[in-house]
């Protein structure tokens, strides 16, 4: 059971490259989140799913795109990446039943822009 | 709106002596509070979480935290620090309908020998 995974670890973008940051859950969880982490700031929501092909905005979420199209994979996309989108990147997920649920975090994906 | 507050950016003990963790919240419903650890390079796990039931929650680790509804508060506590408790700290609320968290900025825990 290898709970909550992200890939890649890390990566470093050039201004404007696309990317795509895959995140995966094996305990069936309806519920996923994308949050970025910032010196100072927490955590902070970009986007997140309540269930198969269900998405919603979070916090902050100019400049990057989602999807569900599978359960228990959660896609976060950067089209055209820029220097303010350097940071951490951390995929969480929850069961849907009860309240309130436990988010379970991935390791975290270091994305740096130049 | 709902926010967390985290006072204290680096907080600094010697092994053996009280942590003291603070949180305060404003929330405008009754919130869901949760602490999570986050360790060098690692994810977040969650240490404890306050569901509306006992106001006194116990955690891994040896800690706990008491949710005080007149003070707005939710600190953590540990009564006796070891070495491997340094890490960031992260205060979150949520409340019922809304899945995701709000975090507060973050505690770094330094225990010193």
């Known amino acids: 059971n290898a709970g909550v995974t992200q890939t890649p670890k890390f990566r470093v973008l050039k201004t404007g490259q696309s990317m795509t940051l895959l995140c995966a859950q094996d305990?069936?969880?309806?519920?996923m989140y994308w949050y970025r982490q910032d010196p100072g700031m927490g955590l902070r929501l970009i986007h997140y799913s309540v269930g198969e092909g269900t998405t919603a905005k979070g916090e902050v979420p100019d400049g990057y795109n989602v999807s569900r199209l599978k359960k228990q994979n959660f896609l976060l996309g950067l089209e055209s990446a820029a220097p303010s989108q350097t940071s951490v990147y951390f995929c969480?997920?929850?069961?849907?039943?009860?309240?309130?649920?436990?988010?379970?975090f991935g390791p975290g994906t270091r994305l740096t822009v130049l | 709106a709902q926010s967390v507050t985290q006072l204290g950016s680096h907080v600094s003990v010697s092994e053996g002596a009280l942590v003291l963790l603070r949180c305060n919240y404003s929330?405008?419903?009754?919130?869901?509070l949760f602490w999570y650890v986050q360790y060098p390079n690692q994810g977040l796990q969650l240490l404890l979480k306050?569901?509306?039931?006992?106001?006194l929650v116990k955690g891994i680790n040896g800690f706990e935290a008491e949710f005080k509804k007149s003070e707005t508060s939710f600190h953590l506590t540990k009564p006796s620090a070891h070495m491997s408790d340094a890490a960031e700290y992260f205060c979150?609320?949520?409340?019922?309908?809304?899945?995701?968290?709000?975090f507060g900025s973050g505690t770094r825990l330094q225990v010193q020998p």
């Open positions: 979150a609320v949520s409340y019922t309908g809304r899945r995701a968290l709000t």
């Open positions: 929330s405008s419903v009754p919130p869901y």
């Open positions: 305990m069936n969880h309806e519920y």
């Open positions: 306050y569901t509306s039931a006992a106001t």
């Open positions: 969480a997920s929850s069961a849907s039943a009860g309240s309130p649920d436990t988010q379970y």
